[in-house]
């Protein structure tokens, strides 16, 4: 085994038999199920809970009764009359609540009478529900036909798209950009825990062994360039690994869980989405970790032990956080000025552009440009760190970063 | 097989931690360079490992650039301890060995012959971490030549060893010169450099003070450590001709003379033709050398 693979596989195994990243691929896949099983498990908590009794006393001459329809939630008791009898049954606790519906100059009035306020949930269903019900009063008020009036109740406005660009073929339908929305939260946020956990990580793992002093040792049988790229592949291998069991489970899950429900719903999206976004995403996440893990090697070199590994990682964890809300923002409004700066920029792009790619009209020029960004920087970056790790990978030195870079600096040249 | 180094110098901003260094050392032989604190010999074997530049000077290794040779006939004990906490002690040598070209099954025969001879039997299975400081170090030490070095460099090996595992390095360093590996090794303990070394190099603020065999810097001092058991006063002692120096030890006077040639009238003023319970002169040791070439009052040679 050459010396590189040697590195790589030593850090590679005794990282993948560390606790912290088993329980950390367990995590994701933990949260991945939760997700998955989001309704059974829901249904597990709230399916003990009893249908909230509610009685409607209708004092008006309208028909109301086909839109109180009972639920899980609500179990509504109609053509009640008796309101003293209904009261008593409220006080003791037989019934959760009494809505009694009257006329009020033209206008439905509800009044909602309760012996212990209702749960917020069943609150807005029945605040919804009185409200459409004051709609149909109102409609039933002009006397219209039945077919008038249901023709008024189910009106709603059909929206087409015309594109007069005959260049172009045309923008994304809203349910396009609302899925690349929601994809490109999830790739932002999958970009923000893999480089705080990988950055992280290469950043100790250089500090601990210059910390140990296994480091001298090493660079005497290796050269620093082999040392630094080898531990950046270590590192990508092992971050390529958990990806890859994340993946794994949730194919797993996908075509045996639920009847394929998840695949289909996976494959609707993809297809939503076009075969290129995924590419996209993909190449960005790859790349966006490969930045991180340099400039993580590159911090980890420039501290002495491994306890201040803590103080270099902060600047470049605050550049992912920054990223990582601009991503959260677009999610409002993903076509802001905010957002168009931050996807060029190399450090955030990866979290940026994907949600640019997916829920924006933009050509194939912006991306293309963003990406060439991040790998013109990575190559610098490499470059940089490469020749400033040989020098720094041996330097101990005390005091802040700047100090740090210093000294390096001064003992090195 | 020999290392060169040629007007070798180190120098970074503001100061010199080498200034123009010379010395060879010859295939199979041991070569101590001595030196305070802070005096270069770390960055010196930096630089013979290419772990740093030179700003000016050669070191070669027969006759090619250092930094074109293979690294794997270089082994390198660095005066910090350090090995991988985490790991085995026998996967750490079989690490290290491995990463300096070797096979497993190679590596087996020698690494069971050094936890053997370093008694390190009962630790082979143990997390590096969990030996005490003088284990580590010998695990780190076998870890430094189990590849069969041609040339082996060790930074301070001595240092926290006590005295029965200072032997066992002892001999070790003696096996490994047999063996035919060149050793150039760095110690401010002079007892250990005088048992050891061929040759030695001594190092004060970056400057080399002296370079050749160790008889040879005895040499130029002479013999003018003189020790005796008499009932002369201090006073009565200064005063005779050619001592510098009295010292007065538990068992012992001891007078340091200006020159070997005064012996002979100083043996005749005290014995007065009796019995002499004890006169004997000889060398300074490296230590009081070491002491007088480096602490201040540099005797030239």
Known sequence: ?413 | MTLQLQHVTKKYKDFTAVNDLNFTIEKGEIFGLIGQNGAGKTTTFRMILDLQETTAGTITWDGQPVNTINRDILGYLPEERGIFPTMKVEEQLYFFGELRGMKRAELKKDIDFWIQRFELEEKRKDKAETLSKGNQQKVQLIASFIHKPKFLILDEPFSGLDPVNKDLLKDAILLLKEQGTTILFSSHQMDNVEELCDHLCLLKRGASLFSGSLLDLKKQYGKTKLAVRTGWSTTQLLALEGVKDVRVEKEQTVLMLEDERYAQSIFEQLSNGKYIEKFSLDYLSLDEIFKDKVGGNVVEV
């Open chain 1, 1 to 413: 085994m050459s010396k590189f693979n040697l590195l790589m596989m030593q850090l590679y195994k005794s990282k993948f038999k560390s606790k912290s990243f088993i329980l950390m691929t367990c995590l994701y896949v933990l949260l991945m199920s939760v997700a998955i099983f989001w309704s059974d498990i829901k249904a597990l908590f709230t399916g003990e809970d009893e249908a909230q009794q509610i009685a409607i006393v209708n004092e008006t001459s309208a028909e109301l009764s086909g839109i109180f329809v009972s639920n899980g939630d609500i179990a509504f008791i109609q053509d009640e009359q008796d309101v003293a009898a209904l009261e008593k049954r409220v006080e003791d606790g037989k019934l959760d609540a009494i809505v009694r519906v009257s006329d009020q100059e033209g206008q439905l009035h509800a009044e909602i009478a309760t012996f212990v306020p209702l749960k917020l949930n069943d609150q807005t269903t029945l605040s919804s529900l009185l409200q459409y019900a004051g709609q149909h009063y109102a409609v039933q008020q002009l006397s219209l036909s039945p077919e008038q009036a249901a023709q008024i109740m189910s009106a709603q406005t059909i929206i087409s798209t015309k594109n007069l660009n005959e260049a172009s073929t045309g923008g994304k339908s809203e349910e396009e950009k609302q899925s690349g929305l929601w994809v490109s939260y999830g790739i932002g946020i999958l970009i923000y825990f893999f480089i705080s956990t990988f950055l992280s990580m290469i950043t100790t793992e250089i500090a601990s062994e210059k910390g140990s002093r296994a480091m001298e040792m090493l660079l005497a049988s290796v050269k620093p360039a082999t040392h630094f790229k080898a531990k950046i592949a270590g590192v990508l291998l092992l971050a390529l690994t958990q990806m890859g069991i994340i993946v794994a489970a949730f194919l797993l899950y996908a075509k045996f869980v639920k009847d394929g429900v998840i695949w289909n719903a996976a494959a609707t999206i993809i297809k939503e989405l076009s075969i290129s976004y995924v590419i996209y995403a993909v190449v960005f996440l790859l790349l966006t970790i490969i930045l991180y893990l340099i400039v993580g090697a590159l911090f980890g070199s420039l501290v002495s032990k491994v306890e201040e590994a803590g103080q270099v990682l902060m600047p470049a964890m605050m550049v992912t956080l920054i990223g990582f809300y601009v991503m959260l923002s677009g999610i409002g409004n993903p076509d802001t000025i905010l957002i168009k700066v931050f996807s060029y920029i190399p450090f955030t792009s990866g979290m940026v552009m994907p949600m640019r790619i997916g829920a924006t009209d933009i050509g194939g020029m912006v991306p293309m440009l963003s990406l060439g960004i991040l790998i013109a920087t990575i190559v610098v970056v490499y470059l940089f760190s490469l020749s400033f790790y040989k020098r720094s990978v041996l330097t101990y030195s005390t005091g802040g970063v700047i100090q740090k870079i210093k000294t390096v600096l001064k003992v090195t040249t």
